[in-house]
């Protein structure tokens, strides 16, 4: 699913569901959407007057799989977190299951080892920024900055090049979507919201997802809380019992993941 407009904020406490910009940018719309958008003031692009312009003007945030199948995508934030994502991927390899987590760069480096983990057990590592910064906050040079700073220590340090990259609160501006692309790196949301950023309870965190997971979900969940790591042996357990099939991302969306060529340094 494509998402083009609107905002889709993960605020620090707080969720608030909602568009995100979307879609692959023609150079030529680009342009002239921006010449637009100086000659108004406007920080953002105006709506497209037609369709054919905002299908020029989209580029692609995907918030969920193709619903055929029962296939979904479990997929944590801000990690890794020792006590944390640790204690989630023992629950994973006790059931021999995959997940996508989004690492932020400043945690890898203080916990390698960990890091290492997610890949070592099959699980799929994405970009979230190197300190998890609102990049709808920065200039253009410090957003880039913040990307391409996670790229390298996932490089030096995990051996690894990530395929996906994840918006810290789901913001990001229509212009700076390109610093993505031009990375190969594909943009993704989510589409059940656990909400155990507000912390209630592991059976609270645990209902929601079984209560609002369907067929092609990515499931938003962050591996900082330790209600979190509690509760995902009841989520894995209750969505195996609806049927359901874990997947990473790469896997969910039928594209090719991008992974260490040699194995990463101890």
């Known amino acids: 699913m494509s998402v083009t407009r609107g905002t889709f904020l ?20 680009r ?5 637009m958008a100086a000659a108004s003031g406007a920080t953002e692009f105006p709506a497209p007057a037609n369709q054919e312009a ?23 934030d ?3 977190t020792p006590g944390v994502t640790d204690l989630i991927l023992d629950e994973l390899q006790k059931r021999k299951l995959h997940a996508t987590f989004f ?5 890898i480096a203080a916990a390698p080892h960990l890091a290492r983990r997610v890949l070592a057990e099959g699980h799929e590592a994405g970009n979230h920024t190197f300190t998890h910064p609102k990049l709808t906050t920065l200039a ?18 995990l051996n690894h090049r990530p395929a996906w990259f994840r918006p810290p609160y789901g913001a ?16 993704v949301l989510w589409s059940v919201d656990s ?58 969306m039928r594209r090719p993941a991008t992974f260490s060529i040699t194995p990463p340094r101890e």
Do not use: Y
Request: contains cysteine; hydrophobic residues 40%.
């Open 10 to 29: 993960k605020a620090l406490g707080k969720s608030i569901p909602g568009m995100v910009l979307g879609g692959g940018v023609a150079t030529a719309a």
């Open 54 to 76: 905002a299908q020029a003007a989209k580029i692609e945030f995907i918030t969920s799989g193709p619903p055929d199948g029962n296939r979904i995508a479990l997929t944590f």
């Open 172 to 187: 990001l501006r229509q212009n700076q979507a390109g610093m993505l692309a031009g990375r190969g790196l594909g943009i």
């Open 195 to 252: 909400q155990d950023w507000s912390q209630p309870g592991e059976a609270k965190i645990a209902g929601t997802v079984l209560a609002e997971t369907r067929p092609g979900s990515i499931i938003l969940c962050h591996d900082v809380h330790r209600q979190t790591a509690d509760g995902v042996g009841p989520i894995l357990d209750g969505l195996l019992e609806r049927g359901f099939t874990f997947a990473t991302l790469s896997a969910l």
């Open 140 to 157: 253009d040079e410090q957003a880039d900055a913040e990307i391409q700073k996670t790229q390298d220590i996932m490089g030096e340090v």
């Open 103 to 107: 690492m932020i760069g400043e945690r």
């Open 78 to 80: 801000d990690g890794p």
């Open 31 to 35: 342009t002239l959407l921006g010449k």
